[in-house]
């Protein structure tokens, strides 16, 4: 059975710092990208960051590009998500999910529980 679990979330003042897990079992992150998404109270979901597995590159949308980054280590089978600098509107429950291969696009299938990340002004 596949299963995604993120962790790390919390409360965190404006321009603080949180990493957040993501760690998979019934498959291997060597065989599948790994996004990163969040969704807040009355918002879209809103896709943050992708790693691909086939040759480690990353994606990141402009509301998170040079605050957030993705990495991944394939020996723990887990990805991370750090994300400086963080903002009141940061503020959201995030999610990781697996691609459909290695490669970053716009399909994902498993997706994780989330985890809350609450940034305080």
């Known amino acids: 059975e596949v299963q995604l679990m993120e962790s790390g979330g919390g409360l965190v003042q404006a321009g603080g710092s949180l990493r957040l897990s993501c760690a998979a079992s019934?498959?291997?992150?060597?065989?599948?990208?790994i996004g990163w998404f969040r969704q807040a109270p009355g918002k879209e979901r809103e896709g943050l960051a992708c790693?691909?597995?086939?040759?480690?590159?990353?994606y990141y949308a402009d509301s998170v590009k040079g605050r957030f980054t993705v990495s991944s280590d394939n020996a723990k089978n887990t990805v991370y998500l750090q994300m400086n600098s963080l903002k009141p509107e940061d503020t959201a429950v995030y999610y990781c999910t697996s691609g459909v291969d290695e490669v970053c696009g716009d399909e994902y299938d498993y997706w994780g529980q989330g985890t809350q990340v609450t940034v305080s002004s």
């Open positions: 019934g498959f291997s992150f060597d065989d599948y990208a």
């Open positions: 790693i691909s597995s086939s040759d480690g590159s990353t």
